[in-house]
């Protein structure tokens, strides 16, 4: 007798808004022209909002659907509220940004939407198959994403350089899988963590070779060095909107099927990985840190700014257990308000032919747009991890679980990188308050999506670093809620 299928469309209710939003938004923007295109980024942020009181409705609902590929628990709903605030975010900013680019208005939002699809499915697939569907589902997007600018040579070059070396990320994350597959017998990770103890002889060696193709798959994504050389070319390149997704939702995605691999599933053979997991977690700080330094493009020192802040998020999947997979997802939600606050600050000063990117650009912005001076100092501030604000906070809770796992060593070099950081950061204040010249800078009330973009970032940056109990609670209850 042949079993009924396991199909569940409640599971997936929060992944069939999205994707029902991207297509009513593909569909619209035929009968759309002219102002009335600002009305589709409007019915995004209403889908998103639909998708948020979905997921908040099944907060306390734990199943599995279709042959345990996919779960409804508290993990995945935690990743999709964040990647519903993130492209919310990025909507919203976007509305006041495309009014000075060429970018298609239409194009531009239904593939933010697929993008978001892709990220909601790889953190809440149980199946590596279903996770790298998801994974090429949001890179596709991200890469058409990124070459939208179709007459600056600059964002061509991104989207080439993007998709030809995360095609080769998919290819050994692909390889990775198939190895699983061949030592466990089962791409479900629920099976695959069931039969680990059973694994030996040369099993074992394609499960350690599995788990290091896996490695730079997910290596690639985060941006950890030396995976990294893709991010300061694409960042630059790319619309800066599209950056500003790429850098918080992209990373974030890539961390949630990162964690729920390795620190759920593979979590019995730590030892196996956890020193590669090390190594990488230094000297991804280390040289994301000091390649910052030398950057006289905000883009290009933001994304290394983000490689630096991978390294401390892996810091906390060194730690391992509920304390270091809480601190991830604390740092995950601190890390999106305050690096998608800096992008909506770097929009502002942009101008139709003129982006204005440089740091001399920045000099004296704190004089003549005293809200978006306040602004930046709050996420500059935050991203070095000065308290008060939530940056602090988070490099705080990932450096604590590294201590009380016994990696005092790397919680050192994370500190003294945090150090270096402060440079960086601290610069652009500087020529924002201690220098001359730069560019006009248009008042904050004439684009209102980007303001109400930097109210909400600068809100929940300092909110956060003053109460963060309540948020690190729910990160612990919802990494404790993997299946």
């Avoid at 991890?385 to 679980?401: D, E, M, Q, R």
């Avoid at 009380?404 to 060593?409: L, S």
């Avoid at 960086?424 to 560019?439: F, K, N, P, Q």
Wanted: charged letters at 10%; aromatic letters at 12%; a neutral charge.
């Amino acid at each position: 007798m042949i079993a009924a299928p396991d199909i569940s469309f409640t599971v997936i209710l929060p992944l069939l808004i999205v994707t029902g939003t991207a297509v009513l938004i593909l569909v619209a923007d035929l009968w759309t022209e002219g102002p009335d295109r600002e009305g589709l980024g409007w019915i995004g942020l209403v889908g998103l909002a639909c998708t948020v009181v979905a997921t908040l409705a099944l907060w306390n609902t734990r199943a599995t659907a279709f042959a345990g590929a996919v779960a409804l628990d508290r993990y995945g709903s935690f990743f999709t509220l964040l990647f519903c605030v993130t492209s919310g975010l990025t909507l919203l900013m976007s509305m006041s940004y495309l009014e000075v680019t060429e970018i298609r208005t239409g194009d531009y939002y239904t593939l933010v939407l697929f993008s978001t699809v892709g990220m909601v499915l790889m953190a809440t697939a149980t199946d590596l198959i279903v996770l790298f569907l998801g994974l090429e589902v949001m890179s596709v997007a991200a890469y058409a994403l990124a070459g939208l600018c179709r007459n600056e040579l600059r964002s061509n070059e991104a989207a080439l350089k993007y998709f030809i070396l995360g095609a080769f990320a998919s290819g050994f994350l692909l390889f990775g899988i198939a190895l699983l597959y061949g030592a466990t017998g089962s791409t479900v990770l629920a099976v695959i963590g069931q039969r680990l103890p059973a694994v030996a002889g040369a099993e074992r060696a394609l499960l350690v070779a599995g788990m290091g193709l896996l490695l730079v798959g997910f290596g690639f994504k985060v941006a950890a060095v030396p995976f990294h050389v893709w991010a300061p070319d694409v960042y630059e390149g790319a619309p800066t909107s599209v950056t500003a997704l790429m850098a918080v939702g992209i990373k974030a995605a890539a961390f949630a099927a990162f964690l729920r691999v390795f620190l759920h599933t593979l979590a019995p053979l730590a030892a196996d990985w956890s020193g590669v997991l090390w190594v990488l977690a230094a000297l991804t700080m280390t040289v994301g840190n000091v390649t910052a330094l030398l950057q006289r493009n905000i883009k290009r020192m933001l994304a290394y700014s983000s490689v630096a802040h991978a390294g401390y998020l892996l810091v906390g999947m060194v730690a391992g257990g509920s304390e270091g997979g809480a601190a991830v997802l604390f740092y995950l939600i601190a890390y999106a308000f305050m690096t998608l606050g800096a992008f909506a600050v770097v929009i502002a000063l942009g101008r139709r032919g003129a982006p204005n990117e440089t740091l001399d650009d920045y000099a004296g912005v704190g004089f003549r747009s005293p809200f978006l001076g306040l602004a930046m100092t709050v996420f500059m501030l935050s991203l070095a991890g000065v308290p008060p604000f939530v940056g602090f906070i988070g490099k705080f809770y990932v450096f604590a679980a590294a201590v009380q796992a016994g990696y005092v060593g790397l919680t050192v070099i994370g500190v003294l990188n945090s150090v270096i950081s402060v440079y960086y950061y601290v610069g652009v204040l500087v020529r924002m308050y201690m220098t001359e010249g730069g560019v006009d800078v248009m008042a904050p009330s004439a684009r209102p999506y980007l303001f109400a973009t930097l109210l909400v970032t600068v809100i929940g940056t300092v909110m956060l670093g003053l109460f963060p109990s309540g948020l690190f609670d729910l990160a612990q209850r919802s990494f404790l809620g993997l299946r």
